[in-house]
């Protein structure tokens, strides 16, 4: 089965800075790998995701996420913080060639970007 | 339609009610699921249906929670006899049902049991 760690529970950032929101995932064979972002009183809205090819994906917002199939790790990052980034951000995998689509998500983290 | 649709988008109920969700996924999603938060939290899965499949419910927290899909499409979550740790944010997600897609997600029904 697989699982989802996100390690952070709160992540505060200065406006302005480089954010980096971290996730871990265990799965049998290779990864689909997913971002969703939450803001409040939403239902969850997709970042990007991973499927196959370049390491580094580019999603909505400015957002990317690194691949890292050593680390088993898929870290959200933005070079610059904005103030409306703040929101709930989780992290998702399946496994591919399983004939399995359902996602496993993480427990989220909460981004605070500070002013 | 051009989205996952949801509704009410908020309800308020005397504990001991039964409460209907409404989720109404994007035309051609073969895929549902329902989950639960509570209080901007993680989300809990509840219930999965997949086209003419037998739903997985392995999540339902008790059996005053069951929900069904209508024609492939349209689903209802019902919650017998409401307690107030039933209150949450119910998201329904829909999915094309092929490996790496991903899910849509509503914008979520947020229950309160009073």
């Known amino acids: 089965a697989q699982s989802v760690a996100q390690p952070e529970d709160q992540v505060n950032v200065a406006e302005g800075n480089p954010l980096t929101v971290k996730c871990t995932y265990s799965v049998s064979g290779n990864p689909y790998l997913f971002w969703y972002v939450q803001y409040p009183n939403r239902g969850l809205q997709f970042l990007l995701k991973y499927i196959t090819g370049d390491n580094l994906v580019k999603g909505s917002y400015g957002f990317e996420a690194e691949f890292n199939k050593s680390q088993t790790s898929f870290h959200l990052k933005k070079p610059s913080a904005l103030v409306s980034d703040s929101a709930l951000y989780f992290c998702?995998?399946?496994?591919?060639?399983?004939?399995?689509?359902?996602?496993?998500f993480g427990k989220g983290t909460k981004l605070s970007v500070i002013p | 339609g051009a989205g996952v649709s949801q509704s009410p988008s908020n309800k308020v109920t005397e504990k001991g009610k039964d409460v209907e969700l409404r989720c109404d996924p994007i035309?051609?999603?073969?895929?549902l699921y329902w989950y639960r938060q509570s209080l901007g939290q993680g989300l809990e899965f509840l219930i999965y249906f997949q086209g003419n499949s037998a739903p997985d419910k392995s999540g339902l927290p008790s059996d005053r929670f069951s929900a069904e899909r209508t024609g492939g499409s349209v689903s209802t979550l019902t919650i017998q006899r409401t307690q107030q740790e039933d209150s949450a944010v119910y998201l329904c997600?829909?999915?094309?049902?092929?490996?790496?897609?991903?899910?849509?997600f509503g914008s979520g029904t947020r229950l309160t049991v009073v």
């Open positions: 998702a995998v399946s496994p591919s060639g399983a004939g399995s689509y359902q996602l496993t």
């Open positions: 035309s051609g999603h073969t895929a």
């Open positions: 997600a829909s999915s094309l049902g092929v490996e790496g897609y991903g899910y849509t």
